[in-house]
DNA sequence: ATCGTCGTTCCATTATGTGGAACTACCTCT
DNA sequence: AGAGGTAGTTCCACATAATGGAACGACGAT
């Protein structure tokens, strides 16, 4: 059995311990493709705290796989095999199949962007997407991740955690100021999840982004015991703070409706 | 040195040996991912021809990376780690970037499916498309992977490969019959092959789909040395042989536009 | 010409992954 | 129920494959 490794959750770099090679490698690949620029050997180096011919073969190997490219500037890059696995992951994602419907209706009756998120780590990922101009395309958002503690998903999936993985969690936090509302420690995080759990929907107050709001509901455990959310986006100009109180109930009915649908889609318990 | 191993290019050149333990680990998670079905530990199994005890540790470590998932069914899943990861990669792809536009005004005066494309191995893999009705989401084809021998983007790109490569890539090749026109033999693909070196661009004559025609034209050195093409696809009923034999010239200024600007914009020579 | 930086290669050491076999849980058949 | 299967999981001696320090070669600046 795992024994401590649930407990360490502040300290520690954890993450490579238990995968070994594997998550020594990904570990590499993640900081070259979710850089936002392209890095060099050495920029890779400086982060990763490996030794260089360690690094160099770790690379080699990754490129060798087609899961990182090297330009003729000696510049990583994210590589092609990447494209094919992301397409079958999210054409093949159940969750995101039985959700759909209920993220369409959601837009239809709010006339906004809805997102549907997952929370991984201390991060929600864009699973799905629906907004009005349609240029829904993958630059969207779509598998774009987002820090937990500054998005209305994120802090809705946060309020329905069991309190040792919250602690977990908040734990391992990092804050960054987005914007003038931000929240900067767990304490006032913490505040903002209270109150979540007890209404049972969560607000993004321009948090993440300026002049962007946002109400949020949790999907409990949406298949795989994953946790989950459904928001409505908007602009502040068009959505007040009253205007999301008044969606927060279509919301959280969304929400309710995918844990249910999941529930019957995928089989019960677990 | 390995003497035969590189002679041999048909028969397994590289893919395991080489990436040692990381290679494995891919191995193993593209069957689970490409696979159409969720796959349960004994199909993986039977698959990967490696050892019970060796492949459970395996997948143990790609479900803790979060590479993969298991439900209560015991079934493995793509993990949202992946869509992580593509995401990063598709928007910060340079090639996709510089070629848009090129793709854009293709579109514009065909009024059909642009596709782009990258030859990776035996497949294309769709990096971009621009439809008429703007239904382009992920779901698409973007990350896509489709074999060689029977598409337009596909055929254009092999044209363009030098004898060795190509030799290389011919003899890796297994037929799959799609419909009545799919070529079934590296004879009449090489047939097909030197009519579109001479012409400078390729067709797809239902030979993937039924009713479901295609042009394309190479696109040389794509960056990093890649080899890539660009197409026009268009249903049968709407798209004659004729309509494509006149596009086939906008096509390939399409492609070598796209040529120049990835040259400019990317750095000469390699 | 000299120094410093950066990427790459080498190789003895050892940590890591390997895989056969044993174990458990859960079905199905009689 | 009990016997026989099948599918998933765990274990551990062994060997492979990753490690990382150090040396090398290639540029570019001083």
């Known amino acids: 059995m795992k024994r401590d490794e649930a407990e360490i959750s502040s300290s520690a770099v954890t993450e490579n311990s238990g995968t070994g090679t594997l998550g020594k490698a990904l570990a590499v690949l993640e900081t070259v493709v979710t850089s936002d620029k392209p890095l060099r050997f050495s920029d890779i180096l400086a982060v990763s705290g490996q030794p260089r011919g360690t690094l160099h073969r770790q690379l080699a190997h990754l490129v060798e ?12 890059e994210p590589g092609l095999r990447l494209l094919k696995f992301a397409y079958r992951s999210w054409s093949r994602n159940q969750f995101r199949a039985v959700a759909a419907p209920h993220l369409r ?19 929600i990922i864009y699973v799905d997407k629906v907004e009005s101009r349609q240029t829904v395309r993958m630059e969207s958002q779509i598998g774009n991740a987002s820090p937990v503690y500054c998005t209305g998903l994120g802090k809705a999936a946060l309020s329905v955690l069991p309190p040792d993985r919250l602690a977990e969690t908040l734990g391992k936090l990092t804050f960054h100021r987005f914007t003038a509302n931000t929240h900067l420690s767990t304490a006032s995080l913490k505040r903002d999840l209270d109150e979540a759990r007890l209404r049972g929907y969560a ?9 962007i709001r946002c109400v949020a509901a949790p999907i409990h455990d949406a298949g795989f ?8 986006t908007g602009p502040a100009y068009r959505v007040t703070m009253e205007q999301l109180e008044i969606w927060a109930h279509a ?3 969304a929400a309710m409706a995918i844990s249910e649908d999941v529930e019957i889609r995928m089989g019960p318990g677990r």
């Open 225 to 232: 015991g994953l946790v989950a959310g459904i928001s409505v």
């Open 203 to 211: 607000f993004d107050r321009e948090e993440h982004e300026t002049e």
């Open 251 to 253: 919301v959280r009915q």
């Open 105 to 123: 209706r959601l837009h239809e009756e709010t006339g906004e962007t809805v997102h549907l998120g997952v929370l991984r780590g201390t991060e």
């Open 65 to 76: 796989e087609g899961l990182l490219t090297q330009g003729r500037d000696l510049c990583y």
